[in-house]
């Protein structure tokens, strides 16, 4: 570092940040950023959206940043694909984007990182992409604000020039459930082996992933931390009680407060839905199944069973709940009601076939809310004796887990308060901790 005094300068990339639905990573990011703060770096967020530098207006580019993307006509697109392919020698030189405070961003704070400077290189993300296709080689971004670390949170093809470089790598899923995910497995391996290459330190999030990367990248062992993820929900949402949670899960989603299982995440093969959904129905018990979350790749064939017998259950009951409806549907819930979903809910079911972590089950946790999830990898590692643990290929095996949770109240009582205590081993505080694990090393190199 240059100077005793000066501060720590972190970036952290902003491409799953612009994404308008949060996503796992999205929410890493978003605590990444959070942690650093609090560990007294000065942190900077690289985006990569379209917007340019208006040089003569810092209100108009701050507008235009915060603007919703407007559709492209024909010739902006090709214009547009046309700029990706035009290499930059020197390297992707960001702008800084001028905060003033005239634009009103309240209503964004959910999905907002922290930031002390916000970046951007217009189009950066795919143009990258582009550049690493024909090129096979990370192109450079100009270190234009003296940051001593760039933290990638994907594999992306990038490089900061000056700084040390980290890239998080989740999980390798493309890689041992290739059938679960619609990357182009070549292309992916060829990146994530020129991550391990490019890195000074490649990040994970669990001690099944980084067992991963050691074994199928062949990456040393030195140069892999694991620095686990952590969950901060507003203080006064975890707080909510029970007669507000039920209002909410009766009143607005037609649910019996405690009297349903929930899943939520993505809709995605590795979900393993179709499973849960045939699980439960098998297990027959009284409470119902709400499922929450975006459609994904292949979401239709993994709903397919679901949705059929949702309708056939709707030519029974009409189109509004009743008290005979089982299964519930919601592709969106803002923060606020998902938060009081999971309090509401009898337990979590999450019976992923692979993942990097698994986020459900910490804030599942968190919420006092019991859980299933699966046997073996992280999912497990997270859990560790805090949760039902079932073989998720066997839908017997969740039936009875459902079954066994449903009529147990004290089952559920202590599973609730041994996950709480499970979720103070991935505290933000704990966090913190990790993170100066991983950071301070390479602050002390420069």
């Known amino acids: 570092m240059n100077s005793a005094d000066e501060t720590p300068k972190v970036m952290i990339d902003g491409f799953n940040l612009g994404l308008s639905r949060g996503t796992g990573v999205a929410t890493y990011a978003r605590n990444l950023s959070f942690a650093c703060h609090q560990s007294g770096y000065s942190t900077g967020i690289l985006y990569g959206s379209p917007v340019r530098r208006r040089t003569r207006s810092d209100l108009m580019t701050e507008v235009s940043f915060f603007d919703v993307e407007q559709p492209l006509n024909t010739s902006q697109e090709f214009l547009r694909d046309l700029a990706r392919l035009i290499p930059h020698p020197g390297g992707y030189r960001p702008f800084r ?3 003033s405070g005239e634009v009103v961003t309240r209503a964004l704070a959910s999905r907002l990182p922290h930031f002390d400077s916000l970046w951007n290189v217009p189009d950066l993300y795919p143009s990258a992409d582009y550049q690493f296709a024909l090129t096979g080689r990370f192109h450079k971004v100009m270190n234009v604000s003296k940051t ?3 933290h990638w949170t994907y594999p992306l093809p990038l490089k900061m020039r000056g700084a040390r470089n980290v890239y998080t790598l989740h999980d390798l899923v493309p890689l041992r459930l290739p059938y679960a995910t619609l990357d182009r497995k070549s292309s992916y391996l060829k990146l994530v082996n020129r ?3 490019e890195a000074d330190v490649i990040a994970t999030v669990s001690e099944t992933s980084r067992s991963d990367i050691i074994r199928i990248l062949n990456c040393d062992p030195d140069k892999v931390v694991n620095t686990y993820q952590a969950v901060s929900l507003p203080v006064a949402l975890v707080q909510m009680d029970d007669a507000e949670v039920q209002a909410k899960v009766e009143g607005i989603f037609g649910l019996k407060h405690k009297g349903y299982f929930l899943f939520f995440g993505a809709i995605e093969p590795k979900k393993n839905v179709g499973r849960l959904t045939e699980a439960f129905l098998t297990s027959n018990v009284s409470s119902q199944l709400a499922i929450v979350g975006p459609t994904g790749w292949q979401s239709d064939q993994e709903l397919r069973f679901f949705n059929d017998m949702a309708q056939r259950q709707l030519k029974k009951t009409g189109p509004f709940p009743t008290a005979d409806q089982k299964l519930f549907r919601f592709e969106f ?6 938060i009081a979903l999971i309090k509401g809910a009898r337990a979590t079911i999450f019976p992923s076939l692979i993942e990097g972590f698994g986020l459900p089950i910490l804030e599942s946790m968190l919420l006092g809310t019991p859980v299933i999830t699966s046997k073996g990898g992280a999912t497990e590692e997270i859990a560790g004796d805090a949760a039902l643990l079932v073989d998720p290929y066997n839908t017997l095996e969740i ?8 009529g147990d109240g004290e089952l559920r009582q202590k599973l609730g308060a041994l996950g709480q205590q499970r979720a103070t081993l991935f505290s933000p505080e704990r966090y913190h901790e990790r993170l100066q694990a991983l950071y301070q090393p390479l602050l002390a190199g420069l």
Request: net charge positive; with cysteine.
């Open 333 to 338: 819930v803002p923060l606020a009601l998902l």
């Open 148 to 150: 001593q670390i760039m």
């Open 399 to 406: 039936a009875s887990a459902i079954q066994k949770i449903d």
């Open 97 to 99: 984007v001028p905060i």
């Open 195 to 197: 991550c391990v290459r």
